[in-house]
């Protein structure tokens, strides 16, 4: 059984930072991918960034894209997302998940294993 527990989430001016962890209860995470993503009031959840096992390849989402970084500890069992330079449109709960597959996805779907998610708020 794999268990996701995410922290670091919080209140941030637009503009600021936070990096989010993910602690990735299993024997060994280098078996899973892990994947963020995020859903705001009354929208769906979407993709945000994912890392590969060993974290050699990552994706980030167009929206995100030279503002938030997706990096692991392996030998922490933990995945980070640093968020730079927020915006008030990012204010969402962000989740982690982890995949057994070697392929990198952006889909919901594809992900076997969810945390139970991080309040990400950031204030104009």
């Known amino acids: 059984q794999v268990q996701l527990v995410e922290s670091g989430g919080g209140l941030v001016q637009a503009g600021g930072s936070l990096r989010l962890s993910c602690a990735v209860s299993v024997r060994t995470s280098t078996n899973y991918a892990v994947g963020w993503f995020r859903q705001a009031p009354g929208k769906e959840r979407e993709f945000v960034a994912t890392i590969s096992r060993s974290g050699s390849r990552t994706i980030v989402a167009d929206s995100v894209k030279g503002r938030f970084t997706i990096s692991r500890d392996n030998a922490k069992n933990t995945v980070y997302l640093q968020m730079n330079s927020l915006k008030p449109e990012d204010t969402a709960l962000y989740y982690c998940?982890?995949?057994?597959?070697?392929?990198?996805?952006?889909?919901?779907?594809?992900?076997?294993?969810w945390g139970q998610g991080t309040q990400v708020t950031v204030s104009s």
């Open positions: 998940a982890a995949d057994e597959s070697v392929l990198l996805s952006r889909t919901i779907g594809h992900y076997d294993y």
